[in-house]
């Protein structure tokens, strides 16, 4: 079935660039997500990239598909104190209906 | 629009009694899911409903928890009994079949004693 993998913790400092990496395993999968979770609240869309593209840039948000690999990437730059949060990665699942969500990368930006 | 709306934001319970989670989608949404978050199992589908039927039930932990869909604009999911580890934060979900963006209720965090 589904499956997408991320690393659980990413430390980085203010003013520094953050790349938080995903894999997921089905290859049919349309499009892939980025998802924000700041304490206590609910998840909010940061973007997503449809599978026959291999980069999408939205300001300080670069996200990089490599379909071969099944590796998705979000890249923020200029990490602020207010990035910090846990980000989800997610893929549709074969039906291209639900959401399959990784654990989550908790991000701490130190200033 | 308001969003995905969830009740309530906390519920704090005693084991066996009766929980009822609800959830107001996003108007002219026609799916809806509900998802449960925890530390070890991170985020996972429930159930989720097209045109206010459920389509897939399969994530259900057990038949203590069921969920409904009356009509476009409500949704609930019922845990009866409820256990102590039934403890999470629930969301509800919903998007357009057309549209690729799921939206996220606020969830509700679920403590049962």
């Known amino acids: 079935g589904e499956d997408v993998e991320q690393s659980l913790f990413l430390s980085v400092r203010e003013g520094d660039s953050s790349v938080i990496n995903c894999t997921y395993t089905?290859?049919?999968?349309?499009?892939l997500y980025w998802y924000k979770q700041e304490p206590g609240a609910g998840l909010q869309l940061l973007t997503y990239?449809?599978?026959?593209?291999d980069m999408k840039q939205d300001q300080r948000l670069t996200v990089l598909l490599n379909k071969k690999d099944k590796h998705l990437s979000l890249r923020i730059a200029d990490t602020q104190t207010g990035d910090s949060a846990i980000y989800f990665c997610?893929?549709?699942?074969?039906?291209?209906?639900?959401?399959?969500f990784g654990k989550g990368t908790t991000l701490s930006v130190s200033s | 629009d308001a969003g995905v709306i969830q009740s309530p934001r906390h519920e704090v319970t005693e084991m066996g009694q009766e929980v009822t989670l609800r959830c107001k989608p996003i108007?002219?949404?026609?799916?809806l899911f509900w998802y449960r978050q925890t530390m070890m199992r991170g985020l996972e589908l429930l159930i989720y409903?097209?045109?206010?039927?459920?389509?897939?039930d399969s994530g259900m932990p057990e038949d203590r928890f069921s969920a409904k869909m009356p009509n476009a604009s409500f949704s609930t999911l019922k845990i009866q009994p409820s256990e102590p580890r039934d403890s999470a934060v629930y969301f509800c979900?919903?998007?357009?079949?057309?549209?690729?963006?799921?939206?996220f209720g606020s969830g509700t965090q679920l403590s049962v004693l």
């Open positions: 979900a919903s998007r357009h079949s057309t549209n690729e963006k799921l939206f």
């Open positions: 089905d290859s049919s999968s349309t499009y």
């Open positions: 990239i449809f599978s026959n593209m």
């Open positions: 997610a893929e549709m699942d074969g039906t291209g209906t639900a959401l399959i």
């Open positions: 108007s002219g949404h026609d799916y």
């Open positions: 409903f097209n045109n206010n039927v459920p389509i897939d």
